[in-house]
């Protein structure tokens, strides 16, 4: 089945093992073969790998082979993770999981290509490709359009035996696995069923410095939640900053370099469900290290530099502005944005020193990716070139085609919350507005990660829209 002679290949299923898993489920291992760029298939490959899981059942009487391979063809619904960069979890660690197999799906978790087990993306499998060029075009090919023909060959590969009105699937969006369905109803709506996204409502038509300038507003509404709900921390920054800075920086088990620009990053947890109280538990950490030894231990250095880094996902750090460029370079969008506004002025070469600016407090950043990240951690260090290169890069493709979407008819329910951090709700409801045969459900109750955090709540908000009459 490796048929990669156009961009509708379909992708070579190298393996496949299954196990059962404590819960009654049954897990396949599957591992596929698809191109690395489905413009020049004799190019090279990547491997795909994704876990498959069903139900675990007994039948209570004989069954024919026949009828035991007509059962097993149940609809496939298929989640895609958030990140960019991010692996899928096991599906036994993942509630939503007993609720779609109750539905009457079999689900594919799938690994992204670059993440996971899919062919990951690390400096050192990177250097690989050659020199730094190569490197970036390598790395241009991990977007959600790429994504998404995996997706195709995949589908085409495991439903080629289904009846027709099986081979269309079914898909779920976890933040950014939202902006792959988006691109996919633009690209290749024919291979789809329904959809379903939680807080994935892609900024249609926005630039990334147009996304910034959103997002940072509902950064700085976090804030402000943060310093009422622990107004103790603003002094307790101001002294950590001081106490920092005085060391020339804390030196992370790793190896990474904890300044306070980089402390200041600690933000990017604060649109989650728990985020500041996360925050919070981290900074007091460290103030209680100080008082007691006038160093932070090193459990709080592995907290911290759990908590800040991106080493492990570092497609996420590449990419994270690529996702919104169509045509145009990103050039560190989220940085020039940040420099214009008061509350982020630590971001600036010239700013005053954070330590000793006792006025006001010390502004968290959101989910930004910053330029200095790349001064700091081991492994992202290796890819600043690269990153830079990719900053500067304006021949991204389009992602969305608004034709398409205005004419969309493959039913799509999206979940969609008021106080998101990291998608902001006013984009989110004009990108709605451009997408036919769209239904929200939308809650300021929940935040970004709901999915994990309130799946049932997320849920039936979700399947209410699909099976309700309203």
Not at 30 to 43: C, G, I, R, T
Not at 75 to 104: E, H, R
Not at 189 to 198: A, D, I, K, Q, W
Not at 442 to 463: E, P, Q
Request: proline content about 5%; hydrophobic content about 40%; some cysteine.
């Amino acid at each position: 089945m490796a048929r990669f002679g156009s961009e509708v290949a379909f992708a070579q299923l190298l393996e496949s093992k299954s196990h059962l898993i404590p819960g009654k489920f049954k897990v396949s291992e599957l591992l596929f073969e698809v191109p690395k760029d489905y413009s020049k298939p004799s190019s090279g490959s990547l491997q795909i790998f994704a876990r498959s899981v069903i139900r675990d059942e007994k039948p209570a009487a004989f069954q024919l082979e026949e009828d035991r391979r007509k059962e097993s063809q149940k609809p496939w619904f298929v989640y895609l993770q958030g990140g960019p960069g991010c692996a899928c979890s096991a599906p036994q660690n993942m509630a939503i999981t007993d609720t779609v197999l109750d539905k009457g799906y079999q689900m594919l978790y799938l690994d992204q290509r670059g993440t996971g087990l899919s062919t990951p993306v690390t400096a050192e499998t990177l250097a690989l490709q050659g020199d730094i060029l190569k490197q970036a075009d390598y790395l241009k090919l991990f977007r959600a359009d790429s994504i998404v023909k995996d997706c195709e060959a995949i589908r085409k590969t495991l439903t080629e035996n289904y009846p027709m009105e099986l081979q269309k699937w079914t898909l779920f969006g976890q933040s950014f696995g939202g902006f792959c369905i988006l691109t996919y109803l633009s690209k290749s709506p024919l291979g789809l069923r329904e959809c379903f996204m939680s807080g994935g409502m892609a900024p249609i038509g926005r630039s990334a410095e147009q996304v910034y300038a959103a997002t940072y507003k509902k950064v700085i509404e976090r804030n402000k939640a943060y310093y009422a709900k622990y107004p103790e921390d603003v002094s307790t920054m101001h002294m950590l900053a001081f106490h920092i800075q005085s060391k020339g920086g804390l030196t992370l088990p790793s190896g990474a370099k904890l300044t306070v620009r980089t402390l200041l990053t600690l933000g990017r947890a604060f649109g989650m469900h728990g985020g500041l109280d996360h925050v919070h538990d981290l900074v007091l950490r460290m103030k209680t290290d100080l008082a007691q030894f006038q160093f932070v231990t090193r459990p709080t250095l592995s907290a911290l530099e759990s908590a800040l880094s991106i080493d492990d996902t570092v497609l996420y750090a590449v990419l994270h502005e690529a996702i919104y460029c169509e045509g145009k370079a990103s050039r560190w969008a989220a940085d020039r944005v940040g420099k214009s506004l008061r509350e982020f002025q630590w971001l600036t070469p010239t700013a005053p020193n954070p330590a000793l600016v006792k006025e006001q407090p010390l502004y968290f950043a959101g989910e930004m990716i910053y330029p200095f990240l790349f001064e700091n951690f081991p492994e992202l260090e290796q890819l600043g070139e690269v990153a830079r290169i990719l900053a500067e890069y304006s021949g991204w493709p389009q992602l969305y085609n608004q034709w398409q979407l205005a004419n969309n008819e493959v039913p799509l329910y999206a979940a969609t919350f008021v106080d998101d951090m990291y998608v902001d709700f006013g984009l989110a409801q004009e990108s709605a507005k451009l997408i036919q045969n769209c239904k929200q459900y939308i809650t300021n109750s929940m935040y970004h990660n709901a999915i994990r955090a309130k799946t049932d709540g997320v849920l039936k908000g979700l399947f209410a829209l699909r099976d309700d009459s309203i």
